[in-house]
């Protein structure tokens, strides 16, 4: 028996990456159940169109956090500790081989952890690191990222032989090693499982090439950028020769930014799973601009969805690209060193078409192989085996 917990998202949320998860540990653990506790919004999510073999859903009354509004805030952080809680007394009760939380925000991961430590000391608990970490690097900024910031280091303090952390790159625990924030023995790492695996069908090519910009536009992703970018090139958007997408969701941060030069949902809500996905397959190359600062210990959900969608990357040269290029026996996209030279990349393609466009979709295919999650099964497997015996 595994619990498999998301008590921290609701919605679609996470959706992709944990309907993942829990095909990834039904794999590995055929013979047991899997209880997901989750709210019910985020199992509709998760489960959508798919058959999850052996997972059964308990729904949970996990609160959705509302902006601008902190005393919700504090509600949910605080239901998010009672629920960890009553699932960790269940779990030992039930003697569940372990505890999977698919993510858990600071004040839930150090909770757990003090848990753990005083009152749950034979469960197994795995707890999944995502965007949290980047706090970690962050200086100044507001408060409560400082005071979120303590409460990880805090967490990471404790030596727990039933807590292990889970991170979605090998890069990431390098990057956690080396920086001494969690020891070897204490995390594990896998590639990120692919947000969709089924077959791409061609691009809907239009009049013009669509440059595309994958995930919720924000300031940390430097999404001013892909604005600027397009305003360069706003005469071959009038044209017809160019068009800038932004698939995901604009944060209100985003607002002084915005032009007519880009396309994108004008709602607070986070974008249906359809027009995303619509979105992204009129895509004909996929821009990021993250630096080696901005995501060096967050494992992105955006370029997975570039990688599952086969759709060439142009982007800044930083660790992380450089890292996956470099894995790739032919490139699947361009790397730029800086933002200028990215604008001459652009105006050529737009131009002359002078990149071989049928190489870089086949260094995709290629580099989309590599995180099969059969391949991931067998390393995570791997990894179990140590922790659970």
Known sequence: MIFFCEVNKTGLEHALVNRQMLTLLARIFPGSTTYARISESHWAAVSRN?????????????VRSEQGNKWRWIVKLLTECKLSFLILRHARREKAAFV??????PVGNLFISLMLKFLFRKCK???????????????GG?????LYARFLRMAFTMRLPGRRYLVLDKYIRDRLLTYKLLSADSVMAIRHPLTYEGETSPPNVGPGIVFGHLGVAKLEKRSPLFFELAAKFQSEVAGGHASFVVAGQLLDEMRPFKNKWVEYNDTDELVSHDAYFNHCMKMQYAIFFYDNEGY???SSGTIM???????????LKNRYFTCLFDACEIPPGILCSDFDELCDVLNKVITTGGYNYGQMKTGMRLL???FDLGQIQVDFSTQLDGFLS
């Open 368 to 370: 989309k192989h590599k």
């Open 100 to 105: 999977f939380f698919a993510s858990s925000s």
């Open 296 to 298: 060096e210990l967050i």
């Open 305 to 315: 969805d570039a990688i599952s969608f086969e759709i060439p990357i142009i982007a």
């Open 125 to 139: 608990v795995i707890i999944t690191l995502h965007g949290e970490l980047q706090l970690l690097k962050q200086r």
């Open 50 to 62: 798919q058959h999850l073999r052996g997972v059964i859903p308990v729904f949970e009354q996990v």
């Open 142 to 146: 507001k408060r409560v990222d400082s």
